[in-house]
């Protein structure tokens, strides 16, 4: 019963270049969140998406920051012509359903821009 | 010179002891509240949670309070081991979407 999967773990690019971020949520579950996390800081809500759908993107940069979730495959989180400013891990987690229920994460994604 | 940035709140706690870790919340709207820990290099655990019509629940070596008056939510750890060394996060389920906003993360050091 795999958990919460992301890829790569490490990601490097250069100062404007695109950065893609995947996520393959929990079996079973249907929505995903993404987080970042600067370090020594707790995590910022980004996006929550459900299958084909953007429910709520309230917490993500109104530039270069993008994310989909389709139909077949994992979500994906792309950011565009990167600054040093993007470095931090980005987590995704996901859920069975929206409410209360507890949302599991994945390792994350360390971004390091130079 | 350049910042180093924030450094988290560390409680020390001594192998064998109870740990006590708080947390402050917002949003007098929360219903639902989460403790993760996350160690270094991974992402957050889910450890124990709590709906807002309660004010205690009870895991395996772990209890959470919750106080709605004052909005103040705590972790407690019973018989405190090396392996809970980790930054410890609560957060709350502020809105419909159910997206979590997270507290600043305090640090659990346990002495041997």
């Known amino acids: 019963n795999a958990g919460v999967m992301q890829n790569p773990r490490h990601l490097v690019r250069r100062r404007g270049q695109e950065a893609r971020l995947r996520c393959s949520p929990m079996k079973g579950h249907s929505h995903v969140y993404w987080y970042r996390q600067l370090p020594e800081e707790g995590l910022k809500f980004m996006v929550y998406l459900q299958k084909e759908n953007i429910i709520d993107e309230s917490g993500m940069p109104k530039e270069r920051f993008s994310a989909e979730f389709p139909k077949e495959g994992p979500s994906i989180l792309r950011i565009q012509q990167v600054v040093r400013g993007d470095s931090a891990a980005y987590f995704c987690?996901?859920?069975?359903?929206?409410?209360?229920?507890?949302?599991?994460f994945g390792p994350g994604t360390r971004l390091t821009v130079t | 010179g350049e910042s180093v940035g924030l450094h988290l709140p560390t409680l020390s706690v001594q192998e064998g002891d109870n740990s006590i870790i708080n947390c402050a919340y917002s949003n007098s709207a929360s219903d639902y509240f989460i403790w993760y820990k996350q160690e270094s290099g991974k992402g957050p655990q889910f450890i124990i949670d709590?709906?807002?019509?309660?004010d205690k629940r009870q895991g395996q070596r772990v209890t959470v309070l919750l106080n709605k008056t004052v909005k103040h939510l705590s972790l407690q750890i019973a018989a405190t081991q090396p392996g809970d060394s980790a930054v410890y996060f609560c957060a709350e389920n502020t809105g419909a979407n159910s997206k979590l906003t997270f507290g600043k993360g305090i640090t659990l050091s346990v002495r041997p």
């Open positions: 709590i709906r807002s019509n309660m």
């Open positions: 987690a996901s859920s069975p359903k929206t409410g209360v229920y507890e949302q599991y």
